[in-house]
């Protein structure tokens, strides 16, 4: 089975940071592709940056490009999102996802992945 948990969201101040974790169990991590994806109040839920271990691959938004930082440690089974300044904007429900196929392009920005933890929320007062 299948299990993607989020972790480490919380009250931040904006221009602070947090670093979320997704671990990982029930599937092949060196062979997945791993995303975060966030859903703010009243918006659709949108792909924020993707990574791909086994490829040595990232993707970044635009709304977060040299703002966060995707990583894994794949000794861990585990996916981590560093965000840095962050901004009122950025609040948001952030869930992490898997897939077997397509790039971390393709993966971010199309979405429809069958596999979803159930999300940490983020809030960016200011």
């Known amino acids: 089975e299948v299990q993607l948990v989020e972790s480490g969201g919380g009250l931040v101040q904006a221009g602070g940071s947090l670093t979320l974790s997704c671990a990982a169990s029930?599937?092949?991590?060196?062979?997945?592709?791993i995303g975060w994806f966030r859903q703010a109040p009243g918006k659709e839920r949108e792909g924020i940056s993707c990574i791909s271990s086994s490829a040595n691959k990232t993707y970044y938004a635009d709304s977060v490009k040299g703002r966060f930082t995707i990583s894994s440690d794949n000794a861990k089974n585990t996916v981590y999102l560093q965000m840095i300044s962050l901004k009122p904007e950025d609040t948001a429900v952030y869930y992490c996802?898997?897939?077997?196929?397509?790039?971390?392009?393709?993966?971010?920005?199309?979405?429809?992945?069958?596999?979803w933890g159930k999300g940490t929320l983020v809030t960016v007062s200011s």
């Open positions: 029930g599937i092949t991590f060196d062979d997945h592709l």
């Open positions: 996802t898997t897939d077997f196929l397509g790039t971390v392009a393709t993966m971010c920005v199309q979405g429809g992945m069958d596999y």
